[in-house]
């Protein structure tokens, strides 16, 4: 019996399937640097058990990971060891900018902070709150697992091109 | 509350507390202000023996302040001498603690350095220098400790522009995201290049 649709549909589907994957098995890196820590430990403890979306291992390499979540106020010091840090992660890789501080830079407005991390590299997903209710966090995981299943790896949609990020330098030039 | 159990702060020409009146001894001349407020006892001396006083402050039997506690300075920007030095000293033998304050000029903000006498004082010196532009003589290393390399001005002093921020990975523009009348200024390139 013939399949209706039976060729045009494979690659779509496949990259559902690549997708899907993709999506339950977001390896995350912690940047985390300020007061939203204890709301993001809070997410990946026994509790509210972020491991149901299939991102529950953490990893301290970039290398190794998939989703960089940017945990709290980065300043201008901390810059550009946030950007070496992106760098240095493998494709494909998402960011997560976790309360006010990383979206916006919060409440400050000054000399140090840096007003929102998409002004350092880009960010899919932003989590509201000063900090985020551990809800809030999963809400913004559950839409980084849609963008992902509908849109696949960053780039490929015409969406913050990874082009002004290259492949990481190995030495400081 | 002002009762039989708790008299009124004597007020006026009362007797000196204790530490002023030790100072005012020692360093005639040299404590240009002093108050007192529940027990915590304030002087003002001059800068030009603000060593002397301090040393005498951590050695003499009747003072022997052990531990600094803290040192910042003061920005009160259209007075002259428009800074201060703040020094929190505290006896854990005695149990008193003082606060010295020391005015600074803009034209000369140069002090002397404190951390030959306590060597906690090596950061905060760090920081006040920094911060405020005061130089400390006598600091054995006096760099950066919370900004970097290249950053221009003082940003605790009250002439610093608001919200002034010196980046040093250049900003991305943002698409579609309301500005809040952000100002940047690049950092010095060559100082940069000296750090690295
Ligand atoms: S958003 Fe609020 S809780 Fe989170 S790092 Fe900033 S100040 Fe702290």
Same mark, same amino acid.
């Given at each position: 019996?013939?399949?209706? #649709?039976?060729?045009? $549909? ?11 994957? &993709? ?7 912690? $940047? /985390? ?17 972020? !491991? &149901? #979306? =299939?991102?529950?291992? @953490?990893?301290?390499? @970039? ?5 960089? #979540?940017? /945990? =709290? ?5 901390? !810059?550009? /060891?946030?950007?070496? /840090?992106?760098?240095?992660? !493998?494709? @494909? ?13 919060? $409440? ?7 007003? =929102? ?18 809800? !809030? ?14 849109? =696949? ?7 913050? @091109? ?12 | ?66 531990? %600094? ?15 201060? +030095? ?30 030959? +006498? ?12 920094? %911060? ?35 980046? +040093? ?15 940047? %200024? ?11």
């Amino acid at each position: 019996m013939k399949l209706p #649709f039976a060729e045009s $549909f494979i690659t779509s589907k496949l990259d559902d399937v690549i997708n899907w994957s &993709r999506k339950f098995s977001l390896f995350q890196y912690p $940047f /985390v640097t300020a007061c939203c820590g204890m709301e993001f430990m809070a997410v990946y403890g026994a509790h509210y058990d972020g !491991a &149901r #979306f =299939g991102s529950e291992i @953490p990893r301290f390499s @970039p290398r190794q990971s998939d989703v960089l #979540f940017v /945990v =709290g106020t980065v300043n201008h010091k901390l !810059a550009p /060891v946030l950007k070496r /840090v992106y760098e240095q992660m !493998a494709e @494909p890789k998402w960011v997560v900018a976790f309360g006010a501080c990383a979206s916006s830079g919060g $409440f400050y407005q000054n000399y140090t902070a840096v007003p =929102g991390i998409d002004r350092i590299i880009p960010v899919d997903v932003y989590i509201a709150g000063c900090p985020p209710r551990p809800e !809030a966090v999963l809400e913004g995981i559950i839409q980084l697992q849609k963008k992902i299943q509908e849109r =696949g790896p960053r780039g490929f949609d015409g969406i913050n @091109p990874t082009a002004e990020h290259p492949v990481p330098r190995l030495s400081r030039e | 509350m002002a009762d039989a159990a708790h008299p009124p702060e004597p007020r006026g020409e009362a007797k000196l507390p204790a530490l002023t009146a030790l100072l005012e001894q020692k360093f005639s001349g040299q404590v240009l202000a002093h108050h007192a407020q529940h027990g915590d006892e304030t002087v003002v001396i001059a800068r030009a023996r603000m060593l002397d006083v301090f040393r005498f402050l951590r050695d003499d039997p009747a003072c022997r302040m052990e531990f %600094m506690i803290d040192l910042t300075a003061v920005d009160y920007l259209p007075r002259r001498p428009r800074f201060e +030095l703040v020094v929190h000293l505290k006896s854990l033998s005695l149990g008193h603690r003082l606060r010295v304050k020391v005015p600074v000029a803009e034209e000369q903000a140069e002090v002397d350095s404190i951390t030959p +006498l306590w060597v906690a004082a090596e950061w905060y010196e760090r920081e006040c220098w920094e %911060m405020y532009g005061i130089a400390f003589k006598g600091h054995p290393d006096l760099r950066h400790l919370l900004l970097y390399d290249g950053f221009r001005g003082h940003p605790l002093r009250k002439d610093y522009e608001k919200g002034l921020a010196q980046p +040093l990975v250049p900003l991305r523009p943002v698409r579609e995201r309301w500005n809040y009348g952000e100002r940047f %200024m690049p950092v010095n390139p060559e100082q940069e290049d000296q750090a690295s």
